[in-house]
């Protein structure tokens, strides 16, 4: 079943998109080896500017909200969309977990990626974009996450985390790389191509 997307967004847009994101990215792995969470906000902005391209989802006007606050992208660029045409975008590594410094409601489109030095699931790809979520999410889904730094030993901003994250995902896959599966929690290559790969 085809998940359900935000008005006039397309699966050839998203699919548009990775192309260019896994292209981009591919000369920055080594951000992601110095600090794996400032890559993973940068697959973020990369979304952005490919879906500002290829859709009709367009980067907010206002540089300090698109940057800081919320949404990334409107429907037609509008400067204060309802949520159902709002649309943030988040990279990942983790396979359901979604985090925000917000609990707005309105569309959130996940990159779920992984970093491939050897180049194994996409021939001269490092960065792979294996799954793309796209979900709407209500104030109501967003749990406040309290920080686990103690007294005196610094802290972070306060993030939102979605309750029952697969629960909520299990439905909204708008992309997904056929040659990649979970296993223990992490994507990996799928046991019969590792296979043909090593026989070679």
């Known amino acids: 079943m085809a998940p359900k997307l935000p008005k006039d967004l397309k699966p050839v847009h998203i699919e548009k998109a990775v192309d260019y994101v896994e292209r981009e990215t591919a000369q920055l792995v080594d951000i992601y080896l110095e600090q794996a969470n400032v890559f993973s906000g940068i697959v973020g902005i990369y979304g ?7 859709s009709p989802y367009k980067k907010h006007k206002h540089s300090d909200v698109a940057q800081q606050r919320f949404p990334d992208l409107s429907l037609g660029g ?22 925000s410094h ?7 489109i996940v990159w779920r990626y992984l970093v491939d030095p050897t180049c194994s699931i ?26 686990r730094a103690g007294a005196g030993q610094g802290g972070r901003t ?3 985390g979605i309750q029952s994250p697969a629960e909520k995902l299990k439905d909204c896959a708008a992309y997904v790389l056929d040659s990649v599966e979970l296993k223990g929690g992490k994507p990996v290559l799928k046991d019969k191509l590792r296979r043909d790969l090593l026989s070679q």
């Not at 159902?84 to 977990?97: C, F, N």
């Not at 917000?102 to 569309?107: E, F, I, L, Q, T």
Request: positive net charge; hydrophobic residues 35%; glycine residues 4%.
């Open 102 to 108: 917000y609990d707005h409601p309105g569309w959130y």
């Open 48 to 54: 952005i500017k490919a879906l500002h391209a290829v």
């Open 122 to 147: 996409k021939k001269d790809q490092p960065v792979v974009i294996w799954r793309v979520d796209v979900a709407f999410f209500d104030k109501s889904d967003w749990k406040y996450e309290t920080s």
């Open 158 to 160: 306060h993030t939102f």
């Open 78 to 99: 509008k400067l204060n969309p309802p949520p159902s045409q709002a649309l943030e975008s988040k990279g990942s590594t983790r396979p359901w977990a979604i985090q």
